[in-house]
């Protein structure tokens, strides 16, 4: 069992920025592969960014030059820095493990962006 856990949301102004942390238990975190999700009213959970144990990463088009996934082996955490912020980012945000074929989800950080 993979536990977790999501920080960093909040309400920031359009062009503002945040970093959102995932923390995940275990001592194969450098195995994991992290992915961002996000999920905004009445709309599907979309993915938005994900690092792969090798650190390869990929992105959705909208955000794309905006967001930068990375992470800390070491402190068993990635990070998803959003930068140039729109409203259209407003949405839930969950970090999901990947620990060989099962998933994990945390319980996600509110981000709310104001035009």
């Known amino acids: 069992q993979v536990q977790v856990v999501e920080s960093g949301g909040g309400l920031v102004q359009a062009g503002g920025s945040l970093r959102l942390s995932c923390v995940a238990s275990g001592s194969a975190f450098s195995l994991y592969v992290i992915a961002w999700y996000r999920q905004a009213p009445g709309k599907q959970r979309e993915q938005v960014a994900r690092?792969?144990?090798?650190?390869?990463?990929n992105y959705a088009d909208s955000v794309k030059g905006r967001f930068a996934i990375s992470r800390d082996n070491t402190a068993n955490t990635a990070y998803l820095q959003m930068n140039s912020l729109k409203s259209e980012d407003t949405a839930v945000y969950y970090c999901?493990?990947?620990?060989?074929?099962?998933?994990?989800w945390g319980q996600g950080t509110q981000v709310t962006v104001s035009s």
């Open positions: 999901n493990v990947l620990r060989l074929t099962r998933h994990y």
């Open positions: 690092i792969s144990s090798d650190r390869s990463t």
